[in-house]
């Protein structure tokens, strides 16, 4: 199981939002660079970034804080980025940066050929970020709710070649309320790629729970809010899920 930490970045700091919304932003660290680097050194063998400012803007913004982080910890741990990502180029320039995977949310709903040539341009290096609200997909940072259905889209997807799906449960992100089990199984068993669970981590049982249903396909978890507010302890987190699956 990879717990994930997550470090968002907004205007070149590191925050967390509540619920996606902009407005509602907490401010962890000027130096996100600083703050990944504290991560790795305690254990994460993943990371991922998420540049708030390109996601809303649709082109990346926080590209200068993002090569920093890739220079610090890079070569360490792979790290993987959303936000903002629209067109091959910038998945060309980030991978060269050192970039592991790409994750690909808004425009693989809008745009599906793009996503597929992104699959066939970078093969093993795409992953798809699906936000869901009562099981229908959202887009746009959230703000848009889509009739598509989670498990469908996907289906399509895995066709496609990419190699993992990012699920989060945007009405349970950034408000520590736990993470939908129920929602990610489901999803995980009707695929046969990865799925890591996002949105609403907020304690130990949660780490259990997750490692209860890893053989489902639930590759790892994305930690957010609750690692940097210390209700989860990030480092004794990832001792008890290698400890309960080896």
Known sequence: MLLIPAIDLKDGQCVRLKQGDMDQSTVFGDDPAAVARGWVDKGARRVHLVDL????????????AIKRILKEVGDEVDVQLGGGIRDLDTIERYLDAGLAYVIIGTAAVKNPGFLQDACSAFGGHIIVGLDAKDGKVATDGWSKLTGHEVVDLAL???????????????????????????ATVKLAQALTIPVIASGGLS?????????????????GVICGRSIYTGDLDFEAAQELADELNG
């Open 53 to 64: 400012n390109g996601a809303f803007a649709g082109q990346p913004k926080n590209e200068l």
């Open 156 to 182: 399509k997807y895995q066709d496609y070649g990419v190699e993992g799906i990012i699920y989060t449960d945007i009405g349970r992100d950034g408000m520590l309320s736990g993470i939908n089990i129920d």
């Open 203 to 219: 304690n130990i049982e949660d780490i259990r729970a997750l490692c209860a249903v890893e053989e489902e396909g639930v590759e």
